[in-house]
């Protein structure tokens, strides 16, 4: 077994994976239409722990431009310790995003959530065998996100589109749910056009810290490319919204900086001229967007359903690293796939 066999073959088969995942999206379609939190509920909170808390976040940005109803975003800990700070007086839908489906702390969150019987719970993960998958009102489980890696790549993505297709059904837009069918072909053409792209960025020696831009829904996906540049390569890494970086972050930036943009369409040019401004501060920039950028999807998709495409090339880079300092990403270090409580 070669270090990071698994991760590699886990990043090139995430088109399959959205696809398997988007077939069984469609055939839980009337279940998932049924739920209508617009009208049964008052908010939407999301949650899970490290990569499925940054899941959460993006996800919860996206269902409340979609659909317009208060979402927010909550690392499991903080709902199970701090409920008060938490949950507000209305009905919540709560969404729980786990890939093991055994974290401890998602269960302790849910499990106080049904006690108290604050609202009804959803359940994302991958183990249809495991305790969350048992634990909901409805039980989303995509078999296609497994993965036998630590870090989360893979699952990640197959988890992430899942909450794409529900905020697209939940503003009751089949055209956005359609179209969400392409994604597994533009995925396999950023996977194939920049691997070698990505590969040189992630081997350059030159780099030694690395920062995520990332607004809107996009800024959770900024946080779990960081997350990966640090567990699997070890690397200095941080991610912020695109305006942020002025105040305070940029100091940071050094010739051996490489700030790289999940830039949007409709802030285009505010985010461009963020880059810009580390350009002229002497560090390297990679500008990732739909069109005019040096990493492209040419995808054609409304901005929303766009962002499942910024994280391929940001997993290629922290893998390419990884392997270029010797490390096996498969296993970082002091990494356990899945964190138990006793
Ligand atoms: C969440 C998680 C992983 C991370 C690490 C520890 O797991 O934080 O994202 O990579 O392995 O656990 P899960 O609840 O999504 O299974």
Same mark, same amino acid.
């Given at each position: ?11 090139? &088969? %995430? ?14 379609? $009337?279940?998932? #239409?049924?739920?209508?939190? !617009? ?6 909170? *999301? ?8 899941? &959460? ?24 310790? @701090? ?39 959803? $359940?994302?993960?991958? @183990? ?20 036998? &890696? ?6 990640? &993505? ?18 956005? *749910?359609?179209?969400?069918? %392409? ?38 996906? !900024? ?18 919204? *695109? ?9 940071? /930036? ?18 461009? !001229? ?23 999807? #040419? ?38 796939? /899945?964190?138990?409580?006793?």
């Amino acid at each position: 077994m070669e270090p990071g066999e698994y991760t590699n073959q886990e990043i090139h &088969s %995430q088109p399959e994976a959205w696809a398997a995942a988007l077939a069984l999206l469609n055939e839980m379609r $009337t279940t998932i #239409e049924g739920i209508q939190p !617009a009208s049964r509920f008052d908010q939407i909170i *999301f949650t899970g722990c490290g990569s499925t808390y940054y899941l &959460s976040m993006s996800a919860a940005a996206l269902n409340q431009e979609l659909t317009g109803l208060a979402c927010r975003a909550f690392p499991a800990s903080e709902l199970w310790h @701090y409920p008060l700070s938490s949950y507000t007086k209305g009905k919540t839908l709560l969404v729980a995003v786990s890939r093991s489906g055994e974290t401890t702390e998602t269960l302790r969150a849910c499990e106080a959530f049904l006690d108290k019987g604050i609202g009804e719970l959803l $359940t994302l993960s991958c @183990y249809g065998d495991k305790p969350l998958a048992k634990m909901g009102t409805f039980n989303i489980v995509l078999p296609s996100g497994q993965e036998r &890696s630590v870090a989360q790549t893979r699952a990640f &993505s197959t988890l992430y589109l899942a909450t794409v297709a529900l905020a697209c059904l939940w503003a009751g837009s089949n055209g956005s *749910f359609s179209q969400l069918s %392409q994604l597994p072909d533009d995925g396999s053409r950023m996977l194939k056009n920049y691997a070698g792209f990505s590969a040189d960025l992630g081997a350059d020696p030159g780099f030694d810290r690395f920062y995520w831009l990332g607004s809107g829904a996009r800024y959770g996906l !900024a946080c779990e490319l960081s997350l990966k540049m640090k567990e699997m390569s070890l690397t200095h890494s941080e991610p912020f919204h *695109f305006m942020e970086f002025r105040h305070g972050p940029k100091s940071m /930036v050094t010739p051996t900086s490489l700030v790289i943009g999940l830039r949007s369409t409709s802030n285009g040019s505010q985010e461009s !001229a963020v880059l810009r401004d580390v350009k002229d501060l002497g560090g390297r920039t990679v500008d990732i967007a739909e069109t005019g950028s040096d990493v492209r999807f #040419e995808s054609g998709l409304e901005e929303a359903l766009q962002n499942i495409l910024f994280l391929p090339v940001g997993q290629m880079i922290a893998y390419a690293r990884s392997i270029s300092k010797g490390l096996n990403p498969d296993h970082p270090t002091n990494l356990d796939s /899945v964190v138990r409580l006793s």
